[in-house]
């Protein structure tokens, strides 16, 4: 019996993943792309494309490398522990080429609608409309499931302020920044404060007139998240202000926010204290309005003679071209399950893909949204009834409007270790702290007190991958590798001994803990 055909729409981290796991399960995957090459916002691109989000030619990822792996395909040792993102489109090449899926793929493909059969009730086929942009040639094709990889950073937010019609300068989204050319020894604004902001600021910063280790792999394993939980949320949250305010005083930098520091998605930039301590950037506070030549401030403040505005306000999500009732979007808010599925709409054969905002990368996550979809697809996981999705929905939708301020990007946000968990488990693929601690203890070490990687997901269930445990024991080698440039004698670290003792009765006693539950279970 020939395997089912699933249409993947677009090539980024999410499609290349989402075409994998189609293989993986036996499935046929054709991805749609639109454009001539993979890496979706990954692929700088000089010219600014509607509809198509790139990076900057300057932007490093503000996550590891070995957080932001694929699960079975850990990065080049020598890649720097935070690629640039020339580099990150190396990796997607590789994995492209190690796994045989560019074949699959058809370039200059636009899909322009994705509509259920006559018969979707039974068959749970789509039927999905393409054009050749090269040839103009109009497709139908029906397919047996559709992962839809087409990201959220398309369309842009364009906020509207009194008197931007009389500004003399120019105004445009971050989106159609590409290069400083035009902006040399120039006066700008960047409206926003999220990391793109941050990123067009600094590069701005650089050629305006005015205006460690990776911090993720020490902080992201189920011990420390084990730990945080014990506490009150709003100790957990001083804390932690008081830690990052011990390495920058974000008071005394006007960073400091009115929120608290795990109710705003962060931004993370390394060089944004030093360009503001050089007087290259100012921080303001809210624009109000925007005169012929310059801004004001909703402090009374006021700056002349600006040259350009610039509208780092994220972006507005959607997918038009999925012509069924349950996939709308308002407000940047979705009713679906695990951000994937429509509770309403059965059979589930069509998955949203990357649809979050992790404290943490998206690239293991949508990897995973793939592994559950092409199970569901292939009819070896069923998910739970329309009931119990809407009433994830809700609690979801609750948790987030507790922890997080009113703001339109604040809509998908997950955290990442327990997102992760939670789609594991529809699949049978979440690592028993318990059995491993029974049958392979070094390993249990890991995934417990080592980095929360993606590669624990791939120890136990389908799509093992026998290569997992090594990939855990080796997540600091390969971080380090590229900063070994030179030969240091290493010094003995006092009190080591002890410290491993102690941590290590506190292993064995969770463990015992995560048994006993395991067992009770």
Known sequence: ????????????????????????????????????????????????????????????????????????????QEFAPNMHNTQIMQYFRLYAENFGLLKHIRFFTRVDEVRPTAEFNSTGQWEVHSTDLKTDEKKLEVYDGVLVCTGHHAKTFMPKFDGEED?????????????????????????????????????????CRKRGLPFDLQISSRYGLFMMSMLPWEKLNRMVEE????????????????????????VVNDDLPNRIISGAITIKPNLKRITKSGVEFDDGTSDENIDAIFYATGYVFGFPFIKYKGY?????????????????????????IGLVQPLGSTVPIAEMQNRVACRVIKGECELPSAAAMWRDIKGKQSAMKRRYVASQRHTVQVDFTPFMDELADLIGCRPSLGYLMLTRPSVAWNVFFGPSVAYQYRLCGPGVWPGAAEALST???????????????????????????TTSVVFMACLACAYYKWKMA
């Not at 399960?25 to 001539?36: A, D, H, K, S, T």
């Not at 390495?247 to 998605?265: G, N, T, V």
């Open 475 to 501: 997540v600091w080698e390969r971080t380090l590798f590229p900063l070994k440039t030179r030969p240091i004698a290493s010094a003995k670290k006092k009190g080591s001994s002890s410290v491993m003792l």
């Open 328 to 352: 709308e979007v308002h407000r940047n808010e979705v009713q679906l399950y695990k951000y994937m599925y429509a509770p309403d709409v059965k059979p589930h054969t069509l998955a949203i």
């Open 167 to 207: 500004f003399e300068g120019k105004i445009m989204h971050s989106h159609d920044y590409r290069n400083h050319g035009e902006f040399d020894d120039k006066k700008v604004v960047v409206v926003g404060f999220g990391n793109s902001a941050g990123d067009l600021a600094v590069e701005l910063s650089r050629i």
């Open 243 to 266: 830690a990052v305010n011990k390495k920058l005083d974000h008071e005394a930098y006007s960073l400091k926010p009115e929120h608290h520091i795990f109710s705003c998605h962060p």
């Open 1 to 76: 019996m020939a395997g089912k055909r699933v249409a993947v729409i677009g090539s980024g981290a999410s499609g290349l993943s989402g075409i994998k796991c189609c293989l993986d399960e036996g499935l046929i995957p054709v991805c749609f792309e639109r454009n001539g090459d993979i890496g979706g916002l990954w692929n700088f691109s000089s010219d600014a494309v509607d509809g198509h989000s790139s990076v900057l030619k300057s932007t490093t990822i503000n996550t590891s490398k070995e957080m932001m792996a694929f699960s079975d395909f850990p990065p080049p």
